[in-house]
T-cell receptor
Framework: GDSVTQMEGPVTLSEEAFLTINCTYTATGYPSLFWYVQYPGEGLQLLLKATKADDKGSNKGFEATYRKETTSFHLEKGSVQVSDSAVYFCALGDMRFGAGTRLTVKP | NAGVTQTPKFQVLKTGQSMTLQCAQD?????MSWYRQDPGMGLRLIHY???????DQGEVPNGYNVSRSTTEDFPLRLLSAAPSQTSVYFCASSPGPRYEQYFGPGTRLTVT
């Protein structure tokens, strides 16, 4: 069946460091792919999405590219801030989520 | 728009008690779903609905019931609470499978 494998954390970075969180998937067909972010004590909210191969989703300095050939959707940000500290989830369009990666950014 | 609302925010139950977690959305979304979030497990799908009158099981449905009599509401019923159901529960809605989901703020449930 469909599944999402996400790099597990926790990840701790210094401010302005480069961030990569790996996400790979197994799915039949060509699902939509999503990254969600969860701040402490809140529900999940959409960070970015891509609906077809080679699409690049971007938002708030975060980017991810839908790679069909490697079945991946890695999340990247060039320079993280303390305010980016949160849990990040990779997800398929059929309601399957990765385990989440907790990011802590230190000043 | 209020988006997706959930009540209550917190609940403590004793083993064997029953209760209903409420979820409502005002975006006229066809798809609604319930998840539980446990440390290290990510989000696991409990039940979902693709429209009024239509529900189906997700990954971890045992011990939970749902119904969808209206587009707006999708309550989750715990029939006989067990300590293993201690978790944070999220409701979400979406226009369809290729669209983003909109999440409620969650209900933190403790079963003693």
């Amino acid at each position: 069946g469909d599944s999402v494998t996400q790099m597990e954390g926790p990840v701790t970075l210094s401010e302005e460091a480069f961030l990569t969180i790996n996400c790979t998937y197994t799915a039949t067909g060509y699902p939509s792919l999503f990254w969600y972010v969860q701040y402490p004590g809140e529900g999940l909210q959409l960070l970015l999405k891509a609906t077809k191969a080679d699409d690049k989703g971007s938002n708030k300095g975060f980017e991810a590219t839908y790679r069909k050939e490697t079945t991946s959707f890695h999340l990247e940000k060039g320079s993280v801030q303390v305010s980016d500290s949160a849990v990040y989830f990779c997800a398929l369009g059929d309601m399957r989520f990765g385990a989440g990666t907790r990011l802590t950014v230190k000043p | 728009n209020a988006g997706v609302t959930q009540t209550p925010k917190f609940q403590v139950l004793k083993t064997g008690q029953s209760m209903t977690l409420q979820c409502a959305q005002d975006m006229n979304h066809e798809y609604m779903s319930w998840y539980r979030q446990d440390p290290g497990m990510g989000l696991r799908l409990i039940h979902y609905s693709v429209g009024a009158g239509i529900t189906d099981q997700g990954e971890v449905p045992n011990g939970y019931n749902v119904s969808r009599s209206t587009t707006e509401d999708f309550p989750l019923r715990l029939l006989s609470a067990a300590p293993s159901q201690t978790s944070v529960y999220f409701c979400a809605s979406s226009p369809g499978p290729r669209y983003e989901q909109y999440f409620g703020p969650g209900t933190r449930l403790t079963v003693t």
